[in-house]
T-cell receptor, first 112, second 116 residues
Framework: DAKTTQPNSMESNEEEPVHLPCNHS???????IHWYRQLPSQGPEYVIH?????VNNRMASLAIAEDRKSSTLILHRATLRDAAVYYC?????????????WGAGTKLIIKP | DVKVTQSSRYLVKRTGEKVFLECVQD?????MFWYRQDPGLGLRLIYF???????EKGDIPEGYSVSREKKERFSLILESASTNQTSMYLC???????????????FGSGTRLTVV
C-alpha cells in the first residue's frame, strides 16, 4: 500500500472550519482514500472515503486534488468533540492483503 | 448501536497468566482483526482472519495466538502474559472486499490490558 504524509498536529478554534491535509504522491489508480479518527480512549472510527470526486457525508467533506496526490478532510464547523487523531489511509479494494497501513495521524486540538 | 464488542474495557493480569480477549461483531463481516496500540508506535496488526477457522499473522504475532470458531467471534490469546504486552488492544471487522467494492473498518472500544 502507498504511504501517506500528514502533519503531526493542528489547532483550530471551536465553530470554525478545519482543513486537515494529507499527501499521497505515490497513490495508484485503484487506491481509495480513507479517513478515520480516534477520539481519546476510543477505537478508531470511519469518517469518509473517496476515489476521485469530492465526497460529503454528515461528518465531513473530502476534497481530492485533481492529480489525486493529495486530499483534504474538511470539518465544516469544528466542535470540542472533534478533538481527535485523524488518520489518512490508502486502500486498494482489489488488494488481497486485508491490512490497513496506519501512520501517526494528525492530532487535532480544538480551542474553545 | 454497538457493532463490535470487546469483552472487557480494562484488564489486569499477572505475568505468566493465560489471557483471553474476546471480540464479537454483529455485522456479518468476514474479516476480523486484532491490533495493539502503544504510544509513539501507532496501531500494529497482530493477527487477522478472513474466514471462520482461517488466520493470518500480522506484523507482531509473537506471543499471541487467535481463534475464530464462529464468524462473529474472534479471540486473541496471550499464552503467557508478559509485561511488554501491556497495551491497548483493538478489535476490528470489515466486509470482504470482493463482496463490497469498498468498505470501512468498524472498531471496538478497546481493551486496556495491564500485565503486572
Amino acid at each position: 500500500d502507498a504511504k501517506t504524509t500528514q502533519p503531526n498536529s493542528m489547532e483550530s478554534n471551536e465553530e470554525e472550519p478545519v482543513h486537515l491535509p494529507c499527501n499521497h504522491s505515490t497513490i495508484s489508480g485503484t487506491d481509495y482514500i480513507h479517513w478515520y479518527r480516534q477520539l481519546p480512549s476510543q477505537g478508531p472510527e470511519y469518517v469518509i472515503h473517496g476515489l476521485t470526486s469530492n465526497v460529503n457525508n454528515r461528518m465531513a467533506s473530502l476534497a481530492i486534488a485533481e492529480d489525486r496526490k493529495s486530499s483534504t478532510l474538511i470539518l465544516h464547523r469544528a466542535t470540542l468533540r472533534d478533538a481527535a487523531v485523524y488518520y489518512c489511509i490508502l486502500r486498494d479494494p482489489l488488494d488481497s492483503n486485508y491490512q490497513l497501513i496506519w501512520g501517526a495521524g494528525t492530532k487535532l486540538i480544538i480551542k474553545p | 448501536d454497538v457493532k463490535v464488542t470487546q469483552s472487557s474495557r480494562y484488564l489486569v493480569k499477572r505475568t505468566g497468566e493465560k489471557v483471553f480477549l474476546e471480540c464479537v461483531q454483529d455485522m456479518d463481516h468476514e474479516n476480523m482483526f486484532w491490533y495493539r496500540q502503544d504510544p509513539g508506535l501507532g496501531l500494529r496488526l497482530i493477527y487477522f482472519s478472513y474466514d471462520v477457522k482461517m488466520k493470518e499473522k500480522g506484523d507482531i504475532p509473537e506471543g499471541y495466538s487467535v481463534s475464530r470458531e464462529k464468524k462473529e467471534r474472534f479471540s486473541l490469546i496471550l499464552e503467557s502474559a508478559s509485561t511488554n504486552q501491556t497495551s491497548m488492544y483493538l478489535c476490528a471487522s470489515s466486509p470482504r472486499t470482493e463482496r463490497r467494492s469498498n468498505y470501512g473498518y468498524t472498531f471496538g472500544s478497546g481493551t486496556r490490558l495491564t500485565v503486572v
